[in-house]
């Protein structure tokens, strides 16, 4: 008794023997005491006529239930009073017989005729629980009852009662599977329904049942995509992942020109520009390959559909849900183009601050990612560090990610980090760390010798598995260049006294036998104590053994045949048969009697042939088959129910499938808004003059003009729809804005068109100040009228138009942005025909008159004007001097401070390539005022062709991730014979890689590249000798890099040096005390990473370079190109 009272006062229940706890373990030994009859008192409590005393025993027995407890015994009384008239305890009966209709199904099949009365209950949630408890009882006598019930139940006015249908759907399909046909017939009415709260289970129905039925989904495709915002979390993730699908069978491929990039190697060489060694007639003859592959690729032009997902999906990034964030990031990843899916890049960044199962599951998401999608999260490197509290797999996950965004200007942070990673307690961890070096070091050939030297330093560790695992990746490492590093395989012979790990000893004893003509007199050493301790090794150590004592008896037979044989003889004995096997086996190949057969003869080529350096690749590398987010992804294996991510159609499938036929509402539409008839327009011009009717679902992201007027079936009728029934659509305020604004803006357009041709005129004649003044502030007025109207349009185009105006890809604006850029374009004209002489101060006071008229944000400020440099005499010096001044980009643009030397110029069209057009470029080494971080290049074109060249400009900018451009501002006209020098910026992210882009004229397109000599990714910076100093003791190590060398015979005076170092790269003279050394220093571009070059001369042109660099890889670069400018 007294077991059975405390634990009654320890439940909370009253530990009287006479009132005993109805909920209490029959475990607890109270099952023998005198209440065990304990449900007695609920059976009671059921049986009264008091619904108060029903309703506070049904509370008790859900409380049981909640708790893990059997309450299945109670079922024949709680069963009697389904047809209770209290709701309260009606509610409370349906909750229990959810959980226990199933294992006491003959009970529940006597009462089914009160569950049916239930499913006609005035009560939506009486309705919805009495059905819920029918889908419950797993009989199949009443599957025609279930199907009548569903059928009845989707069709109920509740939406919640529609919601419980669609729930059942799958319980009874698996029940019986035959009801499939009947099923769908359900699944599709309950998928044209409009409600939020219906679309997440009717999706997960359709899924369970019929995923294959694409058709159910055409109709309802824009509904789905438009409710989403407002389903409940989990069904937004359902119906992500099954929109995922259907766009991936709909629509085609939006990166299809990059992966035919790819394939055509001919083509991605002359893309990517080709090396200055070659010929022109090669280049001709690659220009000739390329032409038909390039005609094969058509324009991409993106699916309003497939736009209106993405657009729809994106908000969800925010969402707290991290299931709903990753099923919006594998979308995106799967169907978005190249330039966009870097928004999702942020949102599973912000996932990583969450529990360590959602960071797990996240990792392993972006460690696929980054092996295609690298770029994405290089910004978020310092995300993904390791915290001495993550648990383990998490550290290896993260270790994944960071080896797989290390390139040629993060691997110094990233091996800074490695190395305090490999002072951990957590011994897996840092095998794994470990590991990562290796692989970095074979990816990333610049820093393979640091990092070799970097393992060679761990293996004096007096952690034994540390050592262990840094011999394994040595081994690897070396077999890419072992005639280098015989040294290092001296030095790892020396450690087979110390290492213990089987691993480590057998990945010596390999390394030695394979590359042993490299120690030749050191391998005969390493096999006598090998043979000493032979019978005391592990069985991969002995085989290595064998191994050594082959190859050793097939280079150096005469020092090493006693020893083979004395080990084979050994190895002949041992307990382990693949030891006694391949002691067999070895025997007969390298001594050879009269039994041996012909093989002998080659025992040389099988035992010393060349290996292939074995390749060290990430194991998420072939996992985006699967689906992003799925367990299958999770596990690398199929899991059941897992449903294959379609391919890309070749061709587009009909997009007319999705237009739902909604004529009487247009009708009813215009009647409502009242449009006049002249503003109905038929032709393809007046549509495109008109802005209201601009198509709802186009995007300029990936979007060409043409389409937008092609597309307009589809666009009106999804327009109609989302008039009558989304939330999201903004067509009816556009409509609104017709009426108002239509007129007024046609007369706008009149009268912009008669100022086109003033314009015109303006600019032919020599422009006075005054006159071009007023007219660009008239434009001012003009823009501000049309902005404020604009703003009058919903917030999602205003966002639509952010987009179009962030992103790179966006390849045709809307009216308005064209026509804002040609205003702004003619006011940097009429900006270029002023005198320079005295307009600073007005320039000013304009500035603050655009300030308060426009967004700023709107239109890119316009590059500053570039004309021929007059002022040549400032110095380098005196420039970096007045940039310290807070002077107006217009005092002090590029174009007014000329370079002190002559700048090297590089082509990037050749005249005879360039049909009569040629293009030079060179560094210009000036700051580039619109923004800092770039490289100003400046271009000059030259047309020897006799006819005019028009509309220069640039188009389909391809770059390497970080990397940015700033277009020149369009050449309208070139005349035959003329030149024209234009200015653009670039950031290379302090790399050498090259920025691609077409240069395009009126008729014709030319693939080009940019690719910067290292030093001019520099900018020059003033320091004294006690700074430099300074700064160059904390660079040190792996930062410093020396070079000694002997110097050209030209080159043997201090103004000779610092001319050719400084004509090689963009650095600053540093004073210095001594003649004998000549100091520079310099901070890169992009991350102000700091350069220091010292030239310390000797006797007879004997000469030492040192350049201490933050960044290893342009440190080692810098080195090279300024040896070839001292010794050539």
Sequence with gaps: ?????????????????????????????????????????????????????????????????????????????????????????????????????????????????????GLKDPNQLIRASALRVLSSIRVTIIVPIMMLAIKEAASDMSPYV????????????????????????????????????????????????????IDLIHKNYRKLCNLLIDVEEWGQVV???????????????????????????????????????????????????????????????????????????????????????????????????????????????????????????????????????????????????????????????KLEVL??????????????????????????????????????????????????????????????????????????????????HSDIIKHMAKLTDNIQVPMA????????????????????????????????EEDIVKLQIINLAAKLYLTNSKQTKLLTQYVLNLAKYDQNYDIRDRARFIRQLIVPTEKSGALSKYAKKLFLALKPAPVLESPFKDRDHFQLGSLSHLLNAKAGGYQELPDWPEAAPDPSVRNVEVFTLLERVTTLTSVPEWTKCSSREKRKEKKVEKPFYSDSEGESGPTES??????????????????????????????????????????????????????KKPVQESESEQSSEEEEERKHERKSKQRKSDSESESDEEEESESESSQSESEEDSESEAEVK????????????????????????????????????????QVTPVNTFLSNSLVTDLEGLSLSDAVLSPATIAPSSALKSYELLHRITGEGLSVEYCFSRQPFSPDANMVAVQMQFTNNATSDTKNLHME?????????????????????????????????????????????????????????????????????????????????????????????????NEHAIVQRVTAAANLSRVPCGSDKECRFAGRTVTSGSLVLVTVATKEEGAAQLTVNCEKMVIGTMLVKDILLALTQ
């Design 505 to 536: 000893r057998a990945s010596i004893l390999w390394l030695i036998g394979e590359y042993c003509e490299h120690v030749p007199k050191i391998a005969p050493d390493v096999l006598r104590k090998m043979a000493k301790s032979f019978t005391n």
């Design 1 to 117: 008794m007294s077991a059975s009272s405390a634990f009654n006062d320890e439940k909370g229940g009253s530990s009287s023997v006479g009132e005993p706890e109805y909920g209490h373990d029959p475990a607890s030994g109270g099952i023998f005491s005198s209440d065990y009859k304990r449900h007695d008192d609920l059976k009671e409590m059921l049986d009264s006529n008091k619904d108060s005393l029903k309703l506070e025993a049904m509370k008790r027995i859900v409380a049981m239930i909640a708790r893990g407890k059997n309450a299945s015994d109670l079922f024949p009384a709680v069963v009697k009073n389904v047809a209770c008239k209290n709701i309260e305890v009606k509610k409370l009966v349906y909750v229990y017989l959810v959980r226990y209709a199933e294992e006491q199904q003959d009970l529940a099949l006597l009462s089914i005729s009160t569950f049916q009365r």
């Design 710 to 763: 092609a597309d307009s079936e589809s666009d009106s009728a999804s327009r109609s729809e989302s008039v009558s029934g989304s939330e999201e659509s903004g067509s009816a305020s556009e409509s609104e804005e017709s009426e108002e604004g239509s007129e007024s803006e046609e007369e706008e357009e009149d009268e912009e068109e008669k100022d086109k041709k003033k314009k015109k005129k303006e600019i």
């Design 162 to 213: 529609r919601k419980t249908a669609a729930h059942a759907i799958p319980k009874l399909y698996s029940l019986d599977p035959e009801q499939k046909d009947q099923l769908i017939e359900v699944i599709e009415k309950l998928l044209a329904d409009k409600t939020t709260l219906v679309a997440g289970s009717v999706v997960m129905a359709f899924e369970e049942v019929c995923p294959e039925r």
């Design 239 to 397: 119906i992500i992942n099954m929109l995922t699908r259907y766009a991936r069978t709909q629509f085609l491929n939006p990166n299809i020109n990059e992966s035919l990039l790819e394939e055509g190697g001919g083509v991605d060489k002359t893309f990517y520009g080709s090396d200055g060694d070659e010929d022109e007639d090669d280049e001709e003859k690659e220009k000739k390959a390329e032409a038909p592959a390039m005609a094969k690729r058509k324009p991409y032009v993106m699916d309003p559909d497939h736009r209106l997902l993405l657009r729809n999906t994106k908000p969800l990034l925010q969402s707290r849900n991290a299931a709903v964030v990753m099923a919006v990031a594998q979308l995106y990843f799967h169907l978005a183009p190249k330039a966009e899916v870097g928004v999702i890049a942020k949102a599973l960044v912000r996932l990583l601050r969450s529990h360590s199962e959602v960071q797990y599951v996240v990792l392993q998401n972006v460690a696929t990612m980054t092996i295609k999608r690298r770029g994405m999260f290089e910004p978020y490197l310092k995300s993904f560090y390791i915290r001495s509290t993550d648990p383990t797999q998490i550290k290896v996950l």
């Design 956 to 1052: 389909d900018v391809k770059l390497q991730s970080g990397m940015r451009v700033k277009d020149f501002s369009e050449i309208e006209l070139l005349p035959a014979g003329e030149t024209a020098t234009a200015v653009m910026g670039i950031d290379f992210c302090d790399s050498t890689q090259a920025a691609n882009f077409q240069l395009c004229t009126h008729t014709r397109k030319f693939f080009v590249s940019i690719q910067p000599p290292v030093g001019e990714l520099m900018r020059p910076v003033f320091l004294t000798e006690n700074e430099f100093k300074k700064e160059q003791g904390q660079l040190m190590g792996m930062n410093e890099i020396t070079e000694k060398l002997t110097l050209d015979v030209k080159c043997r």
């Design 826 to 865: 003619k006011k940097k004209k009429a900006a270029e025909s002023k005198p320079p002489s005295k307009p600073v101060k007005k320039e000013n006071k304009k500035e603050k008159k655009e300030m308060s008229l426009l967004d700023l944000d709107d239109f890119e400020p316009a590059p500053s004007p």
């Design 403 to 484: 080896t797989n965004l290390a390139n040629e200007t993060n691997i110094s942070t990233i091996l800074r980090e490695f190395q305090t990673y490999i002072k951990s307690m957590d011994k897996d961890f840092v095998a794994a760390t470990i590991q990562a070096i290796g692989r970095c070091a074979t990816n990333i050939g610049e820093v393979r010798d640091t990092c070799l030297n970097g393992l060679v330093q761990l293996l004096s560790n007096r952690d034994e598995l540390v050592v262990a695992e840094s011999v394994v990746v040595i081994k690897k490492l070396l077999q890419m260049q072992p005639e280098k």
